[in-house]
């Protein structure tokens, strides 16, 4: 199984684990980008929700998203938000990002979603 539930996921993040979800790969900036929102534990015991914008750099032997380009080359390379609770977090991540609460990922499943859309 590819995709977490919301509980999945809450749990994922509970343990420590990074999630992922990709929201598009659309024109912009007169090229292609990708779009993904990742939700990833800090240290502090927080949740960090992001934003990230990738220059669409891939082809179907070069699938690593995490290896694209950023769009913004300046740290943090999109916008970032926290939240004390795992939940709140993800639900942030619906509905203010546009992810939907059964598509999420554990980190590094994101190339075989970019994959499946790029190049189906």
């Known amino acids: 199984m ?3 539930t919301f509980d999945d996921a809450v749990s994922a993040l509970r343990r420590g684990r990074v999630v992922d979800q990709l929201i598009e790969i659309a024109p912009a ?3 292609t980008v990708i779009r993904y929102v990742s939700v990833t534990p800090t240290k502090e015991g ?3 929700v992001s934003l990230i914008e990738r220059f ?4 179907p032997d070069f699938l690593d998203v ?3 380009s950023y769009v ?4 943090p390379h999109g916008s970032t938000e926290n939240f004390l609770a ?3 977090a993800l639900a942030y991540a619906q509905n203010e990002l546009g992810c939907s609460s059964d598509k999420f990922v554990n ?3 994101i190339q075989d979603e970019y994959r499946d859309r790029k190049f189906g």
Do not use: I, N, Q
Request: charged share 35%.
């Open 29 to 31: 900036y007169g090229t």
């Open 107 to 109: 980190e590094g499943v």
């Open 66 to 68: 995490y290896a694209f």
């Open 86 to 88: 795992p939940g709140e």
């Open 46 to 48: 927080s949740f960090d």
């Open 56 to 59: 669409d750099e891939g082809r």
């Open 2 to 4: 590819r995709h977490l």
């Open 72 to 75: 913004d080359p300046d740290p």
